[in-house]
């Protein structure tokens, strides 16, 4: 099923250091048909300023996707993990147990975002985070894996309500975003999510 949603009808809010879209229910918006989508929870498309960002705040139980569109996200955990996450590339963070992060941007320019949440189907696992980046070259006009090979375990094994836990988020490689999730991000476009099953 597609679901096509106006830009403007969407949730969500310009904060000043972050202009925000919720496709489901977030923060301040809320819209009772909208809360969630089986186990996906939240699907948000930020723009963070330059200089800012989300200051330390703890997570539990929950997948946490994040896909650069443009400039770089910065990550800090409680779990002494690090990272930078460029336009193009993806991290995910396994809440498990629990743990706290930041994500700034560091960069001069606004960095452009979605933010996936989804809620896993066994609790209590042991938190993790891990980043992979896409170079444009090797991911542009393709759709599985390159020169034929094998794939190999992906860090996000299926959309419809399940992620790897921590061990496979270390180790494992990112094969792709959900295929088709691609909301529109911009006035003048609709903005689509979707859906299997």
């Known amino acids: ?5 106006p830009y ?3 949730g969500g809010g310009n904060h000043g250091w972050l202009d ?3 496709h489901f229910s977030f923060a301040d918006y809320y819209d009772p ?3 969630q989508w089986g186990n996906l929870r939240v699907w948000n498309d930020d723009i963070i300023a330059p200089g800012t960002g989300f200051p330390p705040h703890p997570h539990r139980d929950m997948e946490i996707i994040t896909y650069v569109r443009e400039g770089a996200i910065t990550h800090r955990d409680s779990m002494g993990n690090t990272g930078r996450t460029e336009a193009g590339d993806v991290q995910v963070m396994s809440a498990g147990t629990g743990i706290t992060h930041s994500e700034y941007n560091m960069e001069d320019v606004p960095t452009t975002l979605f933010q996936i949440w989804i809620i896993p189907t066994r609790r209590g696992e042991a938190p993790g985070w891990g980043a992979r980046p896409f170079p444009r070259g090797d991911r542009a006009g393709r759709t599985g894996p390159r020169d034929g090979a094998a794939r190999k375990p992906a860090m996000i094994s299926r959309l419809n309500g399940t992620f790897s836990n921590a061990t496979s988020t270390r180790t494992g490689s990112v094969q792709a975003c959900p295929a088709g999730s691609r909301p529109h991000g911009r006035p003048g476009h609709n903005a689509r999510v979707r859906h299997s099953g």
């Open 1 to 5: 099923m597609i679901d096509v949603r």
């Open 33 to 35: 048909s909208r809360t």
């Open 8 to 10: 403007d009808s969407l």
């Open 20 to 22: 925000t879209k919720h």
